[in-house]
């Protein structure tokens, strides 16, 4: 079992930078893949990026924050991170972190992952 509790979301301005943090709790962090993903008022939940169970792993995003986000994590603090720059309109939603039993391959499915955290929200004015 893994609990995920998320951080670090607010209010910022276009272009701002704003990171994500997503502590963990169970004996699994470490041979987890972990993602992270956001929906948008009257959207579906939308992948955003991956990483598998290693500090420095392989990693995937999704085509609109590729450059502009980084997924990393430090197993030994039970955290994955989501730095988000030059931050977009199109950004803002509730960003949930998420935990998959196995890292590899990484996928970009919500119903891959089989642990939620509870969202925090981002909101960006134009």
């Known amino acids: 079992q893994v609990q995920l509790v998320e951080s670090g979301g607010g209010l910022v301005q276009a272009g701002d930078s704003l990171r994500l943090s997503c502590a963990a709790s169970g004996r699994t962090f470490s041979s987890s893949a972990m993602g992270w993903f956001r929906q948008a008022p009257g959207n579906g939940r939308e992948f955003v990026a991956a990483i598998n169970n290693r500090s420095g792993g392989s990693t995937i995003y999704a085509d609109s924050v590729k450059g502009r986000f980084t997924i990393s994590r430090d197993n030994a603090k039970n955290t994955v991170y989501l730095q988000m720059n030059s931050l977009k309109a199109e950004d803002a939603g509730v960003y949930y972190c998420?935990?998959?039993?196995?890292?590899?391959?990484?996928?970009?499915?919500?119903?891959?992952?089989?642990?939620w955290g509870q969202g925090t929200q981002v909101t960006v004015s134009s």
């Open positions: 998420a935990a998959k039993k196995g890292y590899y391959p990484l996928f970009r499915e919500a119903a891959r992952y089989d642990y």
